[in-house]
């Protein structure tokens, strides 16, 4: 399977992805420049996380605009499997790809720590073959993370199974102290109604092997293949 | 050739991190009877060739697509 990485003005976790998805799990791997709209030959597509067009005016709103988003788009619709990772998830939501939005967090400062998500299904691209409870550990790395949407959408979102990880302490627990970032519903990553679109706001490219202290993210990227392959 | 103001603002249902924190910072420099601090975005935009409501067509077109994220957000138009 080809995995293609796109790259954004400002993407900063490209090499990343790149790296975790070609030398940790073995698949091959390109980068698509974000006025590529060429997507043939790619099996899934990861918009990786970073600062695209600076984060200007809100985070990822300009680039959604980008050539490549329409060409994602149209693989999405056809269900390709597309992975978007903080700013990545941030895009899909600007481009109505994912539902919900970002607000900044509630402590208003930046987040760079480690956090634990359970996850809350097994049928997405990005967690086939986890079983639901699972608790990974991967960090975050945001200023815009604050998971927003009105509450009738929620009830919406939980009733159609979309709500693919959330925020918890090391055993697994709801617990607001966990949710740094203060999402609502402890919601740290979602999906659109066919599964083949997840975004997520923690990093698991940064968490892929041993070294990097958790390799609990590596499950990710093989969730990808694996979805692949039953696909 | 017209101009426009466009204000961006978090709806009102929506939690305002930035805007609390201003109101906290507020309060502790001793200015009471302040009940709420909202902060929001503030555009200018100047267009050639269109004026009156063909520039506000324009405008809040731009606001709803592109200025405003209508999950958050809210906007107001104004056209001069």
Redesign the interface.
């Known amino acids: 399977m080809k995995v293609g990485v796109v790259v954004f003005p400002g993407s900063n976790c490209d090499h990343d992805a790149y790296h975790a998805v070609k030398h940790v799990c073995g698949q091959e791997a390109r980068f698509v420049w974000h006025k590529d709209a060429d997507l043939s030959s790619l099996d899934a597509i990861i918009l990786p996380g970073g600062f695209s067009y600076g984060d200007y005016l809100r985070t990822g709103a300009i680039a959604r605009f980008s050539a490549v988003m329409g060409a994602v788009k149209a693989f999405a619709a056809q269900g390709g499997p597309v992975l978007g990772i903080c700013n990545g998830f941030q895009i899909l939501q600007e481009a109505g790809m994912l539902p919900g939005a970002m607000l900044r967090n509630r402590t208003v400062k930046f987040l760079s720590q480690p956090v634990h998500i359970r996850v809350e299904r097994d049928d997405t691209i990005a967690t086939a073959g986890v079983p639901v409870g699972t608790v990974l550990t991967m960090p975050i790395a945001h200023g815009e993370g604050n998971f927003f949407l009105p509450d009738p959408e929620l009830d919406r979102l939980e009733a159609n199974g979309q709500v693919v990880f959330r925020y918890v302490d090391p055993s697994g627990r709801l617990d607001d102290a966990a949710n740094a970032n203060g999402s609502a519903r402890a919601i740290a990553g979602v999906c659109n109604p066919g599964r083949n679109v997840v975004g997520l706001m923690p990093h698991p490219e940064r968490a892929a092997e041993g070294e990097l202290g958790s390799a609990d993210g590596r499950r990710i990227f093989e969730a990808l293949t694996l979805s692949l392959v039953r696909a | 050739m017209a101009r426009a103001r466009v204000y961006v603002t ?1 709806k009102k ?6 805007g609390k ?1 201003i109101h906290d910072a507020l309060t502790s420099l001793g200015y009471s009877g302040i009940t709420d601090v909202r902060q929001g975005k503030f555009f200018e935009v100047a267009l050639e060739g269109v004026s009156g409501d063909q520039a506000r067509q324009t405008v809040e077109e731009i606001a709803r697509k ?2 405003a ?1 209508p ?2 957000e809210s906007y107001r138009v104004e056209v001069e």
């Open positions: 978090l249902s929506v939690f305002d991190p930035q924190t592109v200025l994220n999950v958050i």
